[in-house]
């Protein structure tokens, strides 16, 4: 219980809300007010993708906020609906019910859930670094294609056409059978919005700023573009009818509070959405503190990811019982919220508050809106998170780390995000293996005049016949045990005169059991053959570990301190060579003593 409870004391809420006062407080005002507006379109688009009525989008970004305020770290995060979680839920629940029921929004409840639950679990148990296991590269190949994904998904209501496919090839062949039969005012629609969102991204904000507009200012209007794609459309097919014309529309939104609901306890259902919900909670959780983490460092504060994994959590959780589906922290609205102001998070709890408001007062305004303005919306944020430049970098710096963007980018377009994500982290895992069990294994020799010791392959140095060096740059564990193995049985094969060998522990952060035990074969070999093994710069945490067990005490030879320490006394003749050398040279007098 009092691991269960030990973060009670250190809630964020506690230490900010303390200070509060009237400057944060329009500080937070204003920043949720620019929120509010750009979070309507965004949670009414990302509820589409996730094949959920609109409204739940809206549900989805009120009491989360809220919650976050309470647990989160980050004093302007904003949490809600984003592309690639919606894309995952989509993902996850569209194999248990159509897209739209009652039953579909009922496991979306129970995915937000499970999702809540597991990051609660992590963050209590302060698990945060599970999440490390996401290396960049996998992250990269998955978010560019989910987000290739994502923008193919809503072409169709672009083209007010009907096309589906089982992954993203198949999708694009259904697309180009069906563009014959385009409807021609929606695509007249979606392209239009298409433009002019895309404009707004690059072009709004130059011409604000040449028409006197503050470049702050000028930023924050430019990402509020969807506001007013929304409006003119919503207009256009309002007057001009366009909806009886075949334009199809968002329809009646229910007005009012956010439901309280109960996830349904189906255990076959909850046992079908662990995995993705699993997966939901470590993508959101990464995607939330890089954000976080990122605009912390602008104003020199930080953020606490254990923390942040408990926030996370309570936000899912509450939008579970409100009739929402999986959310985290977004980049766009979090950038938003930055740069207008925010101060602390109690700019969620406005931005709450406005969206309240919204779901009371605006919903009847939604019902001329075209599907296809929402789907401009989606493909023109989602397209920014397409990244084919590290495909370039990767090739260049690392090949493995190529194979795991391309391996990753490849799985999830052709067998989906959650068989995607899995096989880019065991690509990951499996390369980072494959580095580690084949370690660069050094000979290295005194840098005369230093104390100084450096591969013989890169530097000159000199070295004993009696005396062997070896670096290992490696932590030694299981995968590389016996390749040690391996290099030192050759290196000693080609070396009659050899009757000492030091390794050499600089690099060597741990050692576990099975590496210990290949060292114990290690001393016993060298032992027979009449060599002795040492260790030297052994690191404090790896001779506590060492102390006490069977090698250290059979152990033929010494642990020194320095390679410098060991060499002098294992071959004192290259020391001294050395220091007669700079006698002779010098033309003075030698104190030998």
């Known amino acids: 219980m009092k691991r269960l409870t030990a973060w009670l004391p250190e809630l964020p809420i506690l230490t900010w809300g303390k200070r509060y006062n009237k400057d944060l407080l329009t500080g937070d005002a204003i920043a949720a007010v620019i929120v509010t507006i750009m979070l309507i379109p965004q949670s009414l688009a990302y509820a589409m993708l996730a094949g959920l009525p609109p409204q739940a ?20 995060l904003a949490v809600g609906p984003v592309a690639v979680a919606s894309l995952m839920t989509a ?16 496991a979306a409840i129970v995915l937000a859930f499970l999702s809540g639950g597991i990051l609660l679990l992590l963050g209590l148990l302060r698990l945060g670094f599970f999440a490390n296991f996401l290396s960049h590269p996998v992250i990269s190949g998955f978010i ?20 589906e496919g089982e992954n993203f090839f198949s999708l694009l062949a259904s697309l180009a059978t069906q563009a014959g039969h385009s409807h021609a005012a929606t695509l007249a629609i979606g392209i239009g919005a298409i433009a002019f969102l895309f404009w707004t991204r690059k072009g709004l904000k130059p011409l604000l700023i040449t ?42 939104v229910p007005q009012g509070l956010p439901p309280l609901t109960v996830p349904q306890w189906n255990p076959e259902l909850w046992q079908a959405l662990l995995v993705p919900a ?14 976080g983490q990122t605009l912390a460092a602008k104003r020199r504060e ?65 019902y001329y809106l075209p599907q296809a303005t929402l789907a401009a919306t989606i493909i023109v944020a989602v397209l920014s998170l397409v990244d084919f430049s590290i495909l370039k970098r990767t090739w260049a ?30 690509m990951s895992l499996a390369f980072f293996l494959y580095r580690t069990s084949k370690p660069h294994v050094a000979v290295v020799g005194w840098v005369p ?101 069977a090698f250290l005490q059979h152990l033929s030879g010494k642990v020194y301190l320095t390679h410098f320490q060991a060499i002098g006394e294992l071959a004192p003749e290259l020391i001294k060579s050395e220091a007669e050398q700079k006698c002779a040279t010098s033309g003075n007098a030698c104190v030998r003593g």
């Not at 987000?147 to 009907?162: D, N, P, T």
């Not at 997966?279 to 959101?284: E, K, N, T």
Request: aromatic letters at 6%; hydrophobic letters at 50%.
């Open 449 to 549: 005049g230093t104390e100084h010791f450096r591969n013989i392959e890169r530097h000159r140095v000199v070295t004993s016949p009696s005396v062997l060096g070896l670096r290992v740059d490696e932590n030694l564990y299981f995968a590389n045990a016996r390749f040690l193995e391996d290099c030192i049985n050759n290196a000693i094969a080609t070396r009659p005169e050899l009757k000492h060998v030091v390794l050499l522990c600089s690099a060597v952060n741990s050692i576990d059991a099975s590496a210990l035990e290949s060292l114990e074969n290690i001393e016993h070999q060298l032992r027979t053959a009449g060599i002795s093994l040492h260790l030297s710069e052994v690191k404090g945490p790896v001779m506590d570990r060492l102390k006490g067990t």
């Open 91 to 106: 993902s996850a629940i569209g194999q248990f019910a159509a897209a739209g029921s009652p039953d579909y929004w009922q």
């Open 144 to 163: 560019s294609a989910s987000g290739l994904i994502i923008a193919a998904s809503q072409v169709k209501h672009i083209l007010g056409v009907k096309a």
């Open 278 to 291: 699993a997966l939901i909670s470590v993508v959101g959780f990464v995607e939330s503190v890089s954000v």
């Open 302 to 366: 930080r953020i606490e990811p254990d923390q942040e994994l408990v926030a996370l959590g309570a936000s899912n959780v509450a939008a579970a019982m409100t009739g929402g589906f999986p959310v985290t922290g977004g980049f766009a609205r979090s950038v938003v919220n930055f740069d207008a102001g925010a101060q602390t998070p109690a700019a969620g709890v406005f931005t709450a508050v406005g969206l309240t408001l919204a779901s009371l007062l605006l919903t009847p305004a939604l």
């Open 57 to 76: 989008g809206i549900y989805a970004s009120i009491l989360p906020l809220v919650a976050y305020a309470l647990f989160g770290s980050s004093n302007v």
């Open 397 to 426: 710096y690392s090949r493995l780390d190529f194979a795991s963007v391309i391996g990753t980018l490849g799985a999830t377009l052709l067998f989906g995000v959650e068989a995607g994500l899995l096989i880019g982290v065991s």
């Open 211 to 252: 028409w006197g507009v503050p470049a702050r200012t000028a930023d924050i209007i430019a990402k509020i573009g969807p506001v007013a794609a929304i409006a003119v459309t919503s207009l256009l097919v309002w007057s001009l009818g366009l909806d009886k014309a075949g334009v199809k529309v968002v329809g009646a």
